[in-house]
């Protein structure tokens, strides 16, 4: 399984669809399950909800960086 694709699938659909945003932060485990359609084991779980928070915050630093520059 690649990891890294399934993190992109996930981070797409959460930054598309505020419900399944609203159902990641309240409950990662079930709106992963849900876009992927597939129950997955804990610890390749902790890796993918690990990974798209990763790439939300950093995607959202970056939106705010671009912010600042227009700034100055």
Not at 27 to 38: D, F, M, Q, R
């Amino acid at each position: 399984m690649d990891i890294k694709a399934k993190i992109e699938e996930v981070v797409e659909k959460i930054t598309k669809d505020p419900n399944i945003k609203a159902q990641f932060q309240s409950n990662p485990v079930k709106a992963v399950e849900g876009i992927l359609g597939i129950d997955l084991p804990d610890d390749v779980m902790k890796k993918i909800i690990g990974g798209v928070k990763a790439k939300l915050s950093a995607d959202k630093l970056s939106g705010a960086m671009e912010s600042l520059k227009k700034l100055f």
